[in-house]
């Protein structure tokens, strides 16, 4: 592997910058020319705008001469799922209803990234408003695996994820409603971080299940993964569900090397029904290494595992239909210009019918219809307690262990069109990642290693507001493996 | 949720103000149904004397002060608007 820029992590590009041998203007380029010469087979990107990063950049190197950098991430890319809101640039959620849409204000997490002198890099593929599991859903076109590029990168931050791995940007934001962040990431081979609820501000992400998303960190190794944490975390006025409780500095917790006893379970419901085990095989290998560790391991019971998939589909879907209700055609979105001075009624059908892709429509129907009148007790109010079954499941179990391991996703990265025909299938393939959404708890995904050249993740799920607790037991296995430093060949 | 449930697709495509080709709606009615048969699964599960969870966090009434904001401009709130006019969005008609 060579020694150029591109290849090189967040955190030693930022020492780079500190030592003054390299400036922003030089990291932009590098990463300018890397999209050049990978993204036509990688896809990774909606869009980006080379001048626009170039100018953030060279503001950034005018910053250090100054000596008034603004910290670790100051001149530093940040690529960006195409689902955050950025004042004066586009943001379509790989959706033709919003082909054209240029964002009046930042989101949170913006505002934070250019307090902190990011560059902000880009507009990355999706599932069609992040609904999907391997961005073939994406209204703009589909992104492929680096690691194999008949294959799906996952989703629906497939772009995030696809763009990481294959050294387009250091590090970049995904959302994850169900597994978004997590899954992409395993099937890259790269790291991903859900959040605690509440703890980064949704303000500025399009909706998609407003009690489920997240905003999280995508990066080659977990100390850019915190580095992003840290930088995007908080308690936000604009966001209601944000929680006001203290942010470690992730970065420094995650490289905490001292002794601690940690205790590990392992969910037998998501073992012992686990179809094909040597799909997953790395991760019982990443087990045994953390029981050579001095881990101990307890076999626990999540019960009501069975029922998250459901309980998913439905919150999701119904949120879903009550968020998308906003793309009417009427304020903010393309509107189907022949229908245009017929009934209003006509033009939000017809403007839906053309803005919106299949997977969109099916959600959003079957997210009406099951908030529909006569049908909400049964379908939306039983999902909801069934959430709660599901969480009090997780926090029994965390009364007597530190942490959760499990595989990321069931098999690695399937082979495009796989799930084309079957959206149950396709559901169903998200049964590991989904629970911590609905009980609201932090998950990681860690490379842990690869079936027939392709990447596997281990998934650490930890406590409400202890991502620290999982990067940290997440950085011992990294310390000992060479993992982050392997790249897709492209 | 009584087993042989199965979705009036005409119905909820048009709560969903989505128009469907006849094509779209054959193929999302199994597609729907197949799912909605999965979803029964929750029966399964008793229920009766658990709270619903709409958020996984305590959070109730978040108020702020009442003071005013500056919101966007108007033609910073406009310029995504497929049609307007004097710093209004142009519509249908919706009244005779």
Partial sequence: ?490 | MSEERSIDIEKVADLARIALTNDEKSKLSGQLNSILEYINKLNELDTDDVEPMAHPHSVFNVWREDKAETGLPIQEALKNAPKQRQNMIVVPKVVE
């Avoid at chain 1, 006001?244 to 205790?263: E, L, M, Q, Y």
């Avoid at chain 1, 686990?274 to 999540?302: C, H, R, T």
């Fill in chain 1, 1 to 490: 592997m060579g020694d150029e820029l591109h290849f090189k992590s967040a955190g030693e590009l930022s020492d780079l910058l500190s030592s003054g041998s390299v400036s922003s203007v030089e990291i932009v380029k590098a990463f300018i020319n890397r999209v050049e010469a990978v993204d036509n087979s990688v896809k990774a990107f909606n869009s980006y705008d080379a001048e626009d990063a170039l100018a953030q950049a060279k503001v950034s190197d005018e910053r250090r001469v100054k000596g008034e950098t603004l910290g670790e991430l100051d001149g530093i890319p940040v690529g960006l799922k195409d689902n955050l809101a950025v004042k004066d640039q586009p943001l379509t959620c790989s959706s033709k209803i919003l082909e054209s849409f240029i964002s009046p204000y930042d989101g949170t997490c913006i505002q934070k990234l250019k307090a902190k002198g990011a560059v902000l890099w880009g507009r990355l593929n999706m599932d069609e408003f992040a609904m999907g599991s391997s961005t073939e859903n994406s209204g703009t076109h589909t992104t492929s695996n680096p690691w194999d590029l008949e294959r799906i990168p996952g989703g629906s931050s497939g772009g995030s994820a696809a763009a990481v791995a294959a050294c387009e940007a250091p590090v970049a934001l995904g959302s994850d409603t169900g597994g978004s962040i997590r899954q992409p990431a395993s099937h890259c081979g790269v790291v991903g971080l859900k959040p605690t609820y509440g703890r980064v501000s949704r303000f500025g992400l399009a909706a998609f299940a407003s009690s489920l998303d997240q905003i999280g960190p995508i990066a080659r190794n977990i100390d850019d993964a915190a580095l992003l944490l840290n930088a995007i975390s908080g308690y936000d006025s604009h966001d209601s569900t944000s929680i006001d409780i203290a942010v470690p500095n992730f970065r420094k917790a995650a490289a905490d090397v001292s002794d601690r006893k940690w205790t590990i379970g392992l969910p037998k419901e998501y073992f012992e029904e686990s179809s094909d085990p040597a799909a997953i095989m790395p991760v019982f290998d990443a087990i045994e290494f953390y029981k050579s560790q001095g881990f101990e391991f307890k076999n626990i019971s999540l019960p009501r595992t069975e029922y998250a998939v459901a309980s998913y589909y439905i919150i999701a879907t119904a949120e879903a239909s009550s968020n998308l209700a906003r793309y009417d055609g009427i304020r903010y979105t393309s509107r189907a210009e022949d229908f245009d001075g017929k009934d209003s009624i006509d033009v939000y059908r017809q403007s839906r019918a053309l803005g919106f892709g299949e997977e969109v429509k099916r959600r959003v129907i079957l997210g009406t219809y099951v908030l529909s009148s006569g049908y909400y007790d049964a379908y939306y109010l039983k999902a909801q307690k069934c959430r709660t079954l599901i969480r009090s499941d997780f926090e029994n179990a965390f009364e007597s262990v530190d942490a959760i391991m499990t595989p990321t996703s069931p098999t690695p990265a399937t082979l495009k069109g796989v799930h084309a025909e079957d959206p149950l299938a396709m559901y169903l393939s998200d049964i590991y990642t989904i629970s911590a959404n609905l009980a609201g708890i932090p998950g990681l995904s860690l490379p842990c290693g690869y079936v027939e050249g392709l990447p596997v993740g281990l998934q650490i799920l930890g406590k409400p507001f202890k991502e620290e607790e999982i990067f940290r037991v997440g950085r011992i296995f990294e310390k000992a493996h060479a993992f982050k430093d392997e790249y897709p060949e492209l």
